[in-house]
């Protein structure tokens, strides 16, 4: 074999070790019976769907091994577990930068983290406030289970399958607070008023010059009666 096919066959092999080592855990490869059990309720309705408002509403998120696996040991290398939120498919559809990849290091459907807690087979419960960064869009939650090295050994989700239940739309922030608002009105109010006094001091006004524009008028017309009647006396007496 010639140098140069042998450095060929070295620049390939470097390659693929290289991809190896860049690619994260295949999704297939995570049991397809869920592992972990989830449930996600928005704290003030008590449901698991419906509508949830950035800044305001809360998620109650509870987890726990799937009761299926007690007593198996499936979870002996369980350290960690990380809770996500993720777009459903609804919210995917025409959005690249939210496309779904079996590949978890180039995955986006959950691209927000909400929290990472100690893994216990019991399970645990944690309320998160969804934050003003969460865009406008229908989402579910999902929990990994992960080793020592944050790599995922398992999964649990709120929705099914198809990811078509127990789903949750987020309302995203207007853009407008209440505060903007209420100086707005006052705005509002304190330039109608503002009118409104302009516009009554110039009818004053204006009343008050038509006032002695007449008040002049009825002087220089007596004052030219007066001087008739004199003119009249005159004419008499001579």
Same mark, same amino acid.
């Given at each position: =074999?010639?140098? =140069?096919?042998?450095?060929?066959?070295?620049?390939?092999?470097?390659?693929?070790?290289?991809?190896?080592?860049?690619?994260?855990?295949?999704?297939?490869?995570?049991?397809?019976?869920?592992?972990?059990?989830? %449930?996600?309720?928005?704290?003030?309705?008590?449901?698991?769907? /419906?509508?949830?408002?950035?800044?305001?509403?809360?998620?109650?998120?509870?987890?726990?091994?799937?009761?299926?696996?007690?007593?198996?040991?499936?979870?002996?290398?369980?350290?960690?577990?990380?809770?996500? *939120? @993720?777009?459903?498919?609804?919210?995917?559809?025409?959005?690249?930068?939210?496309?779904?990849?079996?590949?978890?290091?180039?995955?986006?459907? @959950?691209?927000? /983290?909400?929290?990472?807690?100690? $893994?216990?087979?019991? /399970?645990?419960?944690?309320?998160?406030?969804?934050?003003?960064?969460?865009?406008?869009?229908?989402?579910?939650?999902?929990? $990994?289970?992960?080793?020592?090295?944050?790599?995922?050994?398992?999964?649990?989700?709120?929705?099914?399958?198809?990811?078509?239940?127990?789903?949750?739309?987020?309302?995203?922030?207007?853009?407008?607070?209440?505060?903007?608002?209420?100086?707005?009105?006052?705005?509002?109010?304190?330039?109608?008023?503002?009118? =409104?006094?302009?516009?009554? *001091?110039?009818?004053?006004?204006?009343?008050?010059?038509?006032?002695?524009?007449?008040?002049?008028?009825?002087?220089?017309?007596?004052?030219?009666?007066?001087?008739? %009647?004199? =003119?009249?006396?005159?004419?008499?007496?001579?």
């Amino acid at each position: =074999m010639s140098a =140069m096919k042998i450095a060929l066959v070295l620049s390939v092999a470097l390659l693929a070790l290289v991809s190896v080592a860049e690619a994260g855990v295949s999704f297939k490869s995570l049991n397809s019976s869920k592992t972990l059990t989830v %449930q996600a309720k928005i704290q003030a309705t008590n449901l698991t769907s /419906g509508q949830a408002h950035v800044g305001t509403d809360h998620l109650v998120i509870s987890w726990a091994l799937n009761s299926s696996f007690d007593g198996t040991g499936k979870d002996a290398s369980y350290v960690n577990v990380k809770i996500k *939120l @993720c777009y459903a498919p609804v919210s995917q559809t025409d959005r690249g930068w939210r496309k779904t990849k079996d590949d978890l290091e180039k995955d986006k459907t @959950c691209s927000k /983290g909400i929290t990472q807690q100690k $893994y216990v087979p019991t /399970g645990n419960t944690t309320i998160w406030r969804i934050t003003k960064d969460v865009p406008g869009a229908v989402y579910f939650v999902r929990v $990994y289970a992960v080793d020592a090295l944050g790599t995922q050994l398992a999964f649990g989700q709120t929705t099914d399958k198809t990811k078509t239940t127990n789903l949750i739309q987020i309302v995203p922030i207007s853009g407008r607070h209440v505060s903007i608002d209420i100086a707005a009105a006052v705005f509002s109010v304190f330039s109608v008023g503002s009118l =409104m006094g302009f516009l009554s *001091l110039e009818a004053i006004k204006q009343r008050k010059a038509n006032s002695k524009a007449i008040f002049s008028f009825f002087r220089a017309a007596f004052t030219d009666i007066i001087r008739g %009647q004199s =003119m009249l006396r005159e004419i008499k007496i001579i």
